[in-house]
């Protein structure tokens, strides 16, 4: 048997979005894991039960309305509303009267079209693909809904327009070269509505077919060979979408504290977000791909809250992500400085970043200065070999 | 007289010293940690020139492992947070050694890091953290290898060859990538015991009792695993014509 040094040792691939990305669901699993409590059995046996119950309603015979949507077809429903699902774990709950045809649903890219009447999607957790339904207003003017993550509902207006409602997660909709960005209880309508106010926020009653479709019923839970079941693929907010966001014009964020249209002129008087707030919004942003959103958040938190635990982290946040997205080395270098004076966990690779830094600036004497901290604190660490060959 | 008098000053200085590092302790973990995780806020520590102490601000690489611990027990998700990016690599590293198709390393890393979090209340000593960690990974990856085995006994899923050159890094030397080469030819032919003991024995180095430790076994059964999984792979040798 040989004895294996560091550089022998087999190692993954590790890019920092891959970090994000494994922490992203770790974060979400987590926090969606009830604290151990006493009562826990009990609970855990009633739910056995129900799932035993729910086993036995779904090993009957399937509903007629039990369908798996196939590529390139379509489904039209008459008076009854109806659900589907996709081979790649999404379900659609087709209201009466609708029309939705899936187009592609290749690796990384799944096309739905709503072409009349409503539907509410339930998006399967699949980091690495985009969920889009495309639909158009009686007007012609086409809608699309990129998929964040997760629930929502895309409707034909009877006067003619879209809107789409989000019960959970995040999308973005386009459409006429404006993007709003939509948090669980926002809605938007297109712009063929002469009812500007009237989309629904979290406290307005349900839209009678969204109440409809809300809840489990006979229709909707029959079962279906290759369908996610609710433990599966109904669950809690997705990371689906990773494509680019940037770059959209007109864009604006819609959610349940927030206007809720596009259209409305209100301006909320600005009051200042709480370090946690910003804190997840920051993180939401990242996971959604909008980087220039989430480095602002980043840096709004350290500016307003400076005192903050959490603004140690949001430094090192704003510097990887003006570093390793935004092309800005100077303002990365002051993240980081104020990420370092905080002292935190990441200094080692707070360090190492900065003398990077440095050396990608040309100021030479500073990043040797960096890098000679770096390997005197480091000495055996991880980003060793990378910065001892900076700045020679 | 003397005497008694240096012994207290020596004394003295000790316990000045002590106070110094405890003070110095306090206001690093002041910095990181959140002042609820606090019973009251500490002043501002002032330098000293008695004894020739000062207090460093910032003296280390932040809190340690237990004080993270102790902070993401009460929930705290910046604690949860700086224990996942302090040992994701290390996680990851491990994670791939075990279970080397890319397409299992999220997974399994994901699936240690809940079940961690998940049980930190069960962790008797916070320091010991990552080792603890590392034992959570290797449980995961066994149950992962037994499913994924069952699911190809019974034809859900058909058996892939480990990809030799994705896992056997660039920078190996000669030896050491033939070594790594040849215990990876082998792996999927091992029970789940076998393989894991084999690679905590052959590419981590851990020594016997850590492979135990880790893998939940006793001394005896891990050195069982550890014959038979030697066997396959000098048998495997001996078919290559190569030495043992």
Redesign the interface.
């Known amino acids: 048997m040989i004895d294996l040094g560091r550089s022998d040792l087999p190692q993954p691939s590790l890019e920092p979005a891959r970090l994000e990305r494994q922490w992203s669901n770790v974060r979400e699993r987590t926090s969606r894991r009830e604290p151990t409590f006493a009562w826990r059995w009990p609970v855990l046996g009633a739910v056995a039960i129900a799932a035993s119950a729910l086993l036995v309603w779904r090993l009957v015979p399937a509903s007629e309305d039990a369908t798996l949507l196939a590529e390139g077809s379509a489904i039209e429903t008459t008076h009854r509303a109806m659900r589907v699902g996709l081979e790649e774990g999404s379900a659609i709950e087709v209201a009466p009267e609708s029309r939705v045809a899936l187009g592609s649903t290749t690796g990384e890219d799944v096309t739905v079209s709503l072409d009349r009447g409503s539907a509410r999607f339930d998006v399967a957790r699949r980091p690495s693909r985009a969920f889009r339904v495309q639909t158009t207003t009686a007007g012609g003017e086409e809608v699309e809904v990129r998929v964040v993550g997760t629930a929502f509902r895309v409707s034909h207006d009877d006067d003619g327009s879209v809107s789409v409602e989000v019960e959970r997660g995040v999308v973005e909709v386009r459409s006429g070269g404006e993007l709003a960005r939509l948090t669980a209880g926002g809605s938007w309508r297109s712009h063929g509505s002469t009812e500007a106010s009237a989309e629904a926020t979290p406290t307005d009653p349900p839209h009678p077919a969204q109440e409809a479709l809300a809840g489990p019923s006979e229709g909707f839970v029959a079962a279906s060979e290759g369908f996610a079941g609710p433990s599966e693929g109904f669950t809690g907010p997705s990371e689906g979408f990773t494509g680019p966001s940037e770059g959209f014009a007109g864009r604006s964020e819609v959610g349940p504290d927030q206007a809720p249209s596009r259209r409305s002129a209100h301006t909320p008087a600005r009051t200042v977000p709480e370090a946690r707030t910003l804190f997840e919004q920051a993180r939401e942003a990242r996971q959604a791909g909008s980087i220039a959103e989430s480095a602002r958040l980043y840096a709004q938190l350290v500016a307003e809250h400076d005192e903050d635990p959490r603004a140690d982290v949001a430094a090192f946040e704003l510097a990887r992500l003006r570093m390793d997205h935004l092309d800005d080395p100077r303002g990365a270098l002051r993240a980081l400085d104020r990420a370092l004076a905080g002292g935190g966990a990441f200094r080692e690779d707070a360090m190492a970043r900065r003398a990077v830094l440095l050396d990608r600036l040309g100021r030479d004497a500073e990043c040797r200065t960096a890098r000679d901290a770096y390997l005197a604190a480091f000495g055996s660490g991880v980003h060793r070999a990378a910065v001892g060959a900076l700045c020679p | 007289m003397t005497a008694v008098s240096s012994t207290l000053e020596a004394s003295i200085k000790a316990s000045h010293e002590a106070l110094v590092r405890h003070i110095t302790l306090l206001w690093?973990a002041l910095?990181?940690?959140?002042?609820s995780t606090m019973a009251k806020p500490v002043t501002e520590p002032r330098a000293t020139s008695e004894g020739g102490a000062q207090v460093v601000?910032?003296p280390?690489?932040?809190?340690s492992d237990a004080q993270?611990v102790e902070a993401a027990r009460e929930?705290q998700?910046?604690a949860?947070?700086?224990l996942?990016?302090?040992h994701?690599?290390f996680v990851?590293?491990l994670?791939?050694?075990l279970m080397?198709r890319?397409g299992e390393?999220?997974d399994l890393?994901?699936d240690s890091?809940?079940e961690a979090?998940?049980s930190l209340?069960r962790l008797a000593d916070p320091s010991a953290f990552k080792g603890w960690l590392g034992s959570i990974v290797v449980r995961t990856a066994h149950k992962r290898i037994r499913r994924r085995r069952l699911m190809e006994r019974v034809g859900l899923r058909r058996r892939e060859p480990i990809d030799l050159d994705a896992?056997?890094?660039s920078?190996?030397?000669p030896?050491?990538?033939l070594?790594?080469r040849r215990v990876?030819a082998v792996l999927e032919s091992m029970g789940a015991e076998e393989r894991i003991a084999l690679v905590l024995?052959?590419?981590e180095?851990l020594e016997l009792a850590e492979i135990a430790e880790r893998m939940s076994l006793s001394l005896a059964t891990v050195k069982r695993r550890l014959v038979a999984a030697e066997a396959i792979l000098t048998s495997s040798r001996a078919e290559e014509g190569g030495a043992p």
């Open positions: 690093d910095l990181v940690l959140p002042w601000p910032f280390g690489a932040g809190p993270l929930r998700s910046w949860l947070e700086a996942f990016r302090r994701a690599r990851n590293g994670a791939f050694r080397p890319d390393l999220d890393v994901q890091f809940v979090f998940a209340e896992v056997v890094p920078t190996s030397s030896e050491a990538a070594e790594l990876y024995r052959r590419v180095g």
